[in-house]
């Protein structure tokens, strides 16, 4: 149960956060989205995010900023493994599974939905 309230807490203070940035600061959605992407890349590159993975479970992991920590995890770990090169195919070999289901789910939705634009 303790579980539950802390993914929640969590979850719920990194929504609050892009929140304050689209009300308070009149960022774009597209800036916040970036924003968020950017501020997990950098708690991940300073080891700081996985142990709140640890501690939040779905609280941390749902999050976009999530996919900046991923982003980063990935190409540490094949700079490793294959130096420079490894760099850019970390980044896509961890992230290409999310980013496909994105397409073909986006792609899905607008075969079945009018769409507004």
């Known amino acids: 149960m303790e579980k539950f309230f802390w993914a929640f807490i969590i979850g719920g203070g990194i929504c609050v956060i892009g929140q304050i940035m689209l009300d308070v600061f009149k960022l774009t959605p597209a800036h ?3 924003s968020m992407v950017v501020a997990g890349a950098i708690l991940g590159g300073l080891g700081l ?3 709140l993975i640890k501690f939040a479970g ?3 992991s749902v999050p976009i900023t999530s996919f900046g920590n991923a982003l980063v ?4 770990a094949e700079a490793k493994r ?3 090169v490894g760099v850019l195919t970390g980044i896509f070999e961890v992230t ?3 980013i496909s289901a994105a397409i073909i789910f986006g792609f899905m939705a607008a075969l079945i939905f009018k769409p507004k634009g």
């Not at 995890?73 to 540490?76: D, I, P, R, T």
């Open 73 to 76: 995890k990935g190409a540490l």
């Open 96 to 98: 290409s599974a999310g």
């Open 49 to 51: 995010y996985e142990p």
């Open 32 to 34: 916040v989205t970036s």
């Open 58 to 60: 779905a609280g941390a």
């Open 82 to 84: 294959n130096g420079l």
